[in-house]
């Protein structure tokens, strides 16, 4: 069957180089944003979150970058590794819609060797 | 954070039959939501499920063609109606566990023929 991401933009980085995907959100209320890693057959897994009151966020291996100004978020994975290989979505929660989410299109990470 | 039970994980469906998917949450949660995602795309929201209301749906969907049931706070069922071709996509239910992110479903792939 057909993977998921298999029509969404490409990113190649070879293993232990950093990555940075990108992503530009929607709504410039948006109050919420979500990292999502999504592998074949699987749901979406939660990687990092970070609120409009910040504009980074460090977790293990990720960093995540908001710039209000212009509406774009950055998702940066250091030491690529094989199992980061997926496709990786940025999410965002306007204020006032009921909690839901937005996604972006979506990047495809692949990691060569 | 909240662990989400979707099943089925896959369907082979006939056209002009219907399909219904079942999430099961290990809590309690006021919001479910219903994403659908076609081959290749991103997350498109399908509809919000309140328990003791009707769901409340997005742009593009209908309740006759999705409907929803939310009996209780921890489970929520999707119905796919009238099975066509383009129905085949993969669905997902999400909740907001209130601790940050969202968590998925596994999800749910639907292939009509």
């Known amino acids: 069957g057909e993977s998921v991401g298999l029509h969404l933009p490409t990113l190649s980085v070879q293993e232990g180089d950093n990555s940075i995907i990108n992503c530009a959100y929607s709504?410039?209320?948006?109050?919420?944003f979500i990292w999502y890693k999504q592998e074949s057959g699987k749901g979406p897994q939660f990687i990092i979150d970070?609120?409009?009151?910040?504009d980074k966020r460090q977790g293990q291996r990720v960093t995540v970058l908001l710039n209000k100004t212009v509406k774009h978020l950055s998702l940066q994975i250091a030491a690529t590794q094989p199992g980061d290989s997926a496709v990786y979505f940025c999410?965002?929660?306007?204020?006032?819609?009921?909690?839901?989410?937005?996604f972006g299109t979506g990047t495809r990470l692949q990691v060569t060797l | 954070s909240a662990v989400i039970s979707q099943k089925p994980s896959r369907d082979i469906c006939q056209r002009g039959t219907s399909l219904t998917i079942q999430c099961q949450v290990d809590?309690?949660?006021?919001?479910m939501f219903w994403y659908r995602q076609q081959p290749g795309q991103s997350l498109t929201l399908i509809a919000t499920?309140?328990?003791?209301?009707?769901?409340?749906?997005e742009s593009g969907f209908v309740i006759d063609k999705f409907p929803i049931s939310r009996p209780n706070l921890t489970f929520s069922t999707l119905t796919v109606s009238n099975l066509s071709p383009e129905d085949s996509s993969i669905y997902l239910c999400?909740?907001?566990?209130?601790?940050?992110?969202?968590?998925f479903g596994s999800g749910t792939r639907l292939t009509v023929v």
């Open positions: 999400s909740v907001d566990p209130g601790t940050g992110g969202y968590t």
């Open positions: 709504n410039s209320a948006s109050d919420y």
């Open positions: 970070i609120r409009s009151n910040m």
């Open positions: 999410a965002e929660r306007g204020p006032g819609t009921a909690s839901k989410l937005t």
């Open positions: 809590s309690q949660v006021t919001m």
């Open positions: 499920a309140n328990q003791g209301s009707e769901a409340t749906y």
